[in-house]
C-alpha cells in the first residue's frame, strides 16, 4: 500500500480505540487475532460496514480465557471508544460526544503510532462471508447484552431433589408401615431400631437417587443467547397426508420457505447463517 492510499484510509476509516488494554491481550478483528504490546491502543483504517471484534484475557501463565465479541456496522469515519475493565475482563463502552469525538480525529496523527492498521489482506474474504449481514439484522439477532462468548453462559436454579416431592408421601408412608409390622412381630422393645428405621425412611425421599440426581439445574443466561429466527412447529403443511409428511420431512424446502415468509425477506435468513 502506497503512502497516499494510507492517508486517504487512515482519514476516511473508522477508528476503534481501546483504553487501558493490557500487555498480552489477545485482539482480533474479522479474519486477524493479535497479542497486544504495551504500545496498543486500538485499530485504525476500519473500512465502512459489519465488522466482528474478539478479544481474550491472558494469564500469567499465558493461558487465554474464553473468548469474548462484539458485532458492529462501522460506518465512515466513525469513531468507537471501548475501555478495558480489568475486574470483569471485558470491554464496556465509553460514551462519546461529539465535541470529545472531533478532537480524537483531529489528534489523529499523533495516536496513529499507537494504532494498529485493519488487514487489508482478507477485506475480500471477509465481506464474501458478510456480505448479507445488515445493522437491523444484527439489532434483531444479537443477545441482548450486545456480547458474543465462545462458551454458553449458564445460571444455576436452587437445588431441588428430582424425586423427594413425588416420593417423600411414599417412603413415610411405607416407614410408617414397616414400623407397624416390627411392633406386631414383638420387636417393639429396640425402640431405638424402631426410631432409627422412621427417621431413615422419612428423609429417604430427600436424599439423591443416582449420581444425575446430584447435579445442578441449569438453563442459559437469558440475555447472553443469540436470537436466532425460530424453526416451525411443524416441517409439514396443514392436513397434509401421510405421504407428503413423509416428502416435507426428506425435502424441508417448505420449512425453508415458511422461515423466509415470516422474515419477509430470503437476505435475512442468508445473514443468520453467515452470523451463525
Given at each position: 500500500m502506497d503512502q497516499d492510499t494510507a492517508k486517504l484510509l487512515l482519514a476516511e476509516g473508522g477508528i476503534l480505540l481501546i483504553e487501558d488494554a493490557p500487555q498480552g491481550l489477545e485482539f482480533g478483528i474479522d479474519c486477524h487475532a493479535w497479542r497486544v504490546g504495551p504500545r496498543f491502543q486500538g485499530v485504525k483504517m476500519i473500512p465502512p460496514g459489519f465488522h466482528f471484534v474478539f478479544y481474550s484475557a491472558v494469564n500469567k501463565e499465558g493461558q487465554a480465557a474464553p473468548r469474548m465479541g462484539f458485532c458492529h456496522v462501522f460506518s465512515r469515519q466513525e469513531v468507537v471508544v471501548k475501555r478495558w475493565n480489568m475486574v470483569e475482563e471485558d470491554l464496556v463502552d465509553v460514551v462519546l460526544d461529539e465535541d470529545k469525538r472531533q478532537r480524537i480525529r483531529a489528534d489523529l496523527q499523533n495516536l496513529d503510532r499507537?494504532?494498529?492498521?485493519?488487514?487489508?489482506?482478507?477485506?475480500r474474504k471477509w465481506t464474501s462471508l458478510t456480505c448479507h449481514i445488515t445493522g437491523k439484522l444484527i439489532e434483531r439477532v444479537e443477545p441482548v447484552n450486545k456480547r458474543v462468548c465462545s462458551v454458553m453462559q449458564f445460571e444455576t436454579a436452587p437445588f431441588v431433589s428430582k424425586h423427594s416431592t413425588q416420593d417423600k408421601a411414599g417412603d413415610a408412608a411405607a416407614g410408617r408401615l414397616e414400623t407397624q409390622a416390627c411392633a406386631e412381630n414383638g420387636q417393639t422393645d429396640?425402640?431405638?431400631?424402631?426410631?432409627?428405621?422412621?427417621?431413615?425412611?422419612?428423609?429417604?425421599?430427600?436424599?439423591?437417587?443416582?449420581e444425575e440426581d446430584l447435579l445442578p439445574e441449569m438453563t442459559p443466561l437469558a440475555d447472553s443467547v443469540p436470537r436466532f429466527s425460530k424453526f416451525p412447529e411443524h416441517n409439514f403443511?396443514?392436513?397434509?397426508?401421510?405421504a407428503e409428511?413423509?416428502?416435507?420431512?426428506?425435502d424441508r424446502s417448505y420449512t425453508l420457505d415458511t422461515m423466509a415468509e415470516a422474515l419477509h425477506a430470503e437476505e435475512s435468513l442468508?445473514?443468520?447463517l453467515q452470523l451463525a
Open positions: 499507537f494504532l494498529g492498521a485493519y488487514p487489508f489482506e482478507d477485506l429396640s425402640t431405638g431400631d424402631a426410631a432409627v428405621a422412621t427417621v431413615d425412611t422419612q428423609n429417604a425421599g430427600t436424599m439423591p437417587r443416582s403443511p396443514p392436513g397434509s397426508s401421510a409428511i413423509s416428502r416435507h420431512s426428506m442468508l445473514g443468520e
